[in-house]
């Protein structure tokens, strides 16, 4: 490689990032807001690339030309270009947030999906949408591979990715000792406390119950 195709990639290299990292940066954010990991593949790079693409357009075709429409600014659109950049980021910040907004914390776009008979939810998982139609309060039963134990518990917080470690915290939780006739024996009773947590791993349930959702005792 000759020092001028050295040169020119250099030039080109500003470009080439433009149309990378900002929709980068709104998959990883839009992906953080979820608490879920950004893991990288090709078709995450085509997703960023497309959006990167999109955010260009609306720069140099409409956010540019109107702002430099006022008289405080002047612009450049040019991908080497800080200003340029800068509204490229902020685009990338913004968006994952109002769209994360939009599907997830004020219902909006559920209320839309009802209107039109459309069933489908914006929750991660069940246990996530019952959560956020029962103020967050599940009472719930888990029962252990090794030994006759189970669980029972307000749940609190939750890991369902796969690929991550997978738990259930439970506070105000009962240990229980499942007899051999069916009957319960408890061993830890902490329904009072709400400091008190335990901890279950994935690996660790057979099962699981979701029961009586807002009971307290």
Same mark, same amino acid.
């Given at each position: ?21 900002? &929709?980068?940066? *709104? ?20 997703? %960023? ?57 004020? &219902?909006?776009?559920? *209320? ?34 090794? &030994? ?13 990715? #796969? ?22 024996? *408890?061993?830890?009773?902490? %329904? ?13 349930? %057979? #099962? ?10």
């Amino acid at each position: 490689m000759t020092v001028k195709e050295i040169s020119e990639i250099i030039e080109l290299l500003p470009m080439y990032l433009c149309y990378i990292y900002p &929709g980068y940066i *709104t998959m990883f954010l839009f992906y953080y807001f979820r608490a879920l990991t950004l893991s990288d593949t090709k078709a995450k790079v085509i997703k %960023s690339i497309v959006l990167s693409y999109l955010y260009i357009i609306m720069s140099r075709c409409y956010i540019i030309p109107r702002l430099n429409a006022l008289a405080c600014f002047n612009i450049s659109n040019q991908y080497d270009s800080l200003e340029f950049n800068i509204v490229l980021i902020i685009l990338a910040v913004v968006v994952p947030y109002l769209i994360y907004m939009f599907l997830y914390k004020n &219902g909006l776009m559920e *209320t839309i999906l009802r209107k039109l008979g459309i069933e489908t939810t914006m929750d991660r998982n069940e246990i996530q949408m019952l959560q956020r139609k029962y103020s967050d309060n599940i009472w719930i039963y888990v029962y252990l591979k090794n &030994g006759n134990i189970m669980y029972e518990g307000s749940l609190t917080e939750q890991e369902l990715e #796969h690929g991550k470690s997978r738990f259930f915290c439970l506070s105000k939780y009962r240990k229980r000792l499942i007899k051999t006739n069916g009957k319960l024996k *408890t061993l830890a009773d902490y %329904s009072q406390d709400e400091k008190e947590k335990v901890l279950i791993y994935f690996d660790q349930i %057979s #099962h699981f119950e979701i029961a009586n959702v807002d009971k307290q005792e």
